[in-house]
């Protein structure tokens, strides 16, 4: 009998886009965002996606010192540490590149492309928000550009690459994959390129079946077999853009950075929550979900002793 495909499942804990007002499970804390990670892994996670936040206001803080009180005890779950270099869409590139650059931890994500940022429609579903900078936040939204030029993405790939460290290239929509083929040739990159196709988000590019198809056919002339495909459904669009690449020969996001919810009207409780459900999925269609190591040798990183936590 053949071996089962691995699927690695990555679980972004807490993200920067949504905020603690919209429901009480979000982590805020170093202890909360700790105890999300370790949930996760125990629910089949291989990869966390490690944003941090202001113990108090729940604000985005990208600074070393606030990653310092994350970082050691996620490492301690075994799992691949995948620091964001995104940040929030109102820092510049230097403070959101600053926590990977001084952690060279396995894996960092990186975005292929300057983009509207829309997160304002989220006024009207969520309209008790109890910080005055919450509501700030998703107001501003309305006129930020988050900023990835060439030579921001120059910049992360030649530093971080200096410490071994493999990225995550986030794609919001088909133009990214271009300039991710681009950079792959301008700065010499070699596979196995981590490919996340991010669907949902308003900027990019959306959520139906046919633009997750799109993406898939894109990368595939682009990059050939050069890459190893994932995908990130924002909001409602998780689970079944999960599903779709799950059965498409990818593997899957999931986590409270991209969506509250476990299901139409439900909160999810955790981030683990969307993990067990992804599990399921994947055991449905007769494959396996990838180990920790199982998904360090797929992406071909470094390894967990090299890294500076």
């Known amino acids: ?13 807490t993200g920067a886009i949504h905020t603690p007002s919209m429901s ?12 999300e990670g370790q949930r996760a892994v125990e629910a089949g996670a291989a990869i966390l996606h490690v944003h941090a936040r202001d113990p108090e206001t729940g604000r985005p803080d ?6 310092a009180r994350i970082l050691p005890a996620l490492k301690e779950t075994g799992a691949v540490i995948n620091i964001t270099t995104g940040g929030s869409p109102f820092m510049d590139v230097s403070e959101r590149a600053a926590p990977a650059l001084h952690y060279a931890p396995e894996l ?22 109890e910080q005055q900078w919450e509501r700030d936040h998703l107001e501003n939204s309305r006129n930020v550009i988050f900023k990835n030029t060439f030579e921001d993405i120059g910049f ?7 410490n071994g460290t493999r990225f995550e290239f986030e794609c919001y929509d088909i ?6 083929n681009h950079m792959t040739k301008l700065k010499g990159l070699t596979g196995p390129l981590f490919v996340q196709s991010v669907f949902g988000l308003l900027g990019g590019i959306g959520g139906h079946p046919e633009d997750v198809q799109m993406m898939r056919r894109t990368a595939d002339r682009l990059l050939g077999d050069r890459y190893q495909w994932s995908v990130l459904g924002a909001g409602a669009n998780q689970l079944r853009i999960a599903a779709m690449s799950a059965a498409m020969g990818g593997h899957i996001r999931v986590g409270l950075e991209d969506s509250l919810w476990a ?7 955790s981030s683990a ?24 040798d797929l992406l071909g990183l470094k390894g967990a002793g090299e890294v500076r936590f």
């Open 263 to 269: 299901g139409p009207g439900e909160k999810a409780t």
């Open 156 to 162: 992360i790939l030649d530093n971080g690459g200096k």
């Open 62 to 67: 990208q600074s070393v010192e606030a990653f």
């Open 1 to 13: 009998m053949s071996k089962s495909r691995k699927v690695i499942v990555s679980c972004a804990l």
């Open 175 to 180: 133009g990214h994959l271009y300039s991710l």
């Open 24 to 35: 009480p499970y979000l982590p805020v804390t170093p202890d909360e965002i700790i105890a």
């Open 273 to 296: 929550q969307q993990v067990l459900k992804v599990g399921e999925i994947i055991s449905g269609l007769g494959l396996t979900i990838a180990s920790p190591d199982e998904a360090r």
């Open 108 to 129: 960092a994500s990186l975005n292929m492309g300057s983009m509207n940022f829309g997160l304002y429609p989220m006024l009207a579903r969520f309209p008790d928000l």
